[in-house]
T-cell receptor
């Protein structure tokens, strides 16, 4: 079956630190992979996506590369800001109808 | 601007009450979803609808039902609320077919407390 596993949080970093949030997946076929972000008091919004192996999704300084050989889609940012504090969800879908989400990783960035 | 609106941000209900959660989208999306969000469990799909009057069960449909009488509106119904249904409920929508980029559009959530 399909599932997503992401690192437990919370992750606490100082401003300008390097961020990595690990995400691995199990899937049948060739899924598309996503990172969604949930800012405090808001719904989820798409951060970035990749639809095939070796694709790199990027947005707002965040990047993630679809690695089929390691079944991973780790989220990275070179220099985090306080405004990046949020909960980050890794997700996959095979048919764009049913999505499988990870448990979420809370990021706290301190000034 | 794209918008998914959930009728109530916060609700407090008593055990055994019938609860309606409403969701409206203004983007002409075919697909609509109800998720439940719990700490450590992420988002779990309750029900999914791909057309008016059509629905499919998600991973945790027990204790819930849904209604989609109009394309823009998708309602989640708790026939007899129980304390284990205390949670954050998220509505989402998306296109089907060629217009589907894979992006789900979420509402801000409805936090339900059942006493």
């Amino acid at each position: 079956g399909n599932s997503v596993t992401q690192m437990e949080g919370p992750v606490t970093l100082s401003e300008e630190a390097f961020l990595t949030i690990n995400c691995t997946y199990t899937a049948t076929g060739y899924p598309s992979l996503f990172w969604y972000v949930q800012y405090p008091g808001e719904g989820l919004q798409l951060l970035l996506k990749a639809t095939k192996a070796d694709d790199k999704g990027s947005n707002k300084g965040f990047e993630a590369t679809y690695r089929k050989e390691t079944t991973s889609f780790h989220l990275e940012k070179g220099s985090v800001q306080v405004s990046d504090s949020a909960v980050y969800f890794c997700a996959l879908t095979g048919n764009f109808n049913k999505f499988y989400f990870g448990s979420g990783t809370k990021l706290n960035v301190k000034p | 601007d794209v918008k998914v609106t959930q009728s109530s941000r916060y609700l407090v209900k008593r055990t055994g009450e019938k609860v309606f959660l409403e969701c409206v989208q203004d983007m002409d999306h075919e697909n609509m979803f109800w998720y439940r969000q719990d700490p450590g469990l992420g988002l779990r799909l309750i029900y999914f609808s791909y057309d008016v009057k059509m629905k499919e069960k998600g991973d945790i449909p027990e204790g819930y039902s849904v209604s989609r009488e109009k394309k823009e509106r998708f309602s989640l119904i708790l026939e007899s609320a129980s304390t284990n249904q205390t949670s954050m409920y998220l509505c989402a929508s998306s296109f089907q077919g060629p217009r589907n980029t894979g992006e789900l559009f979420f509402g801000e959530g409805s936090r339900l407390t059942v006493l």
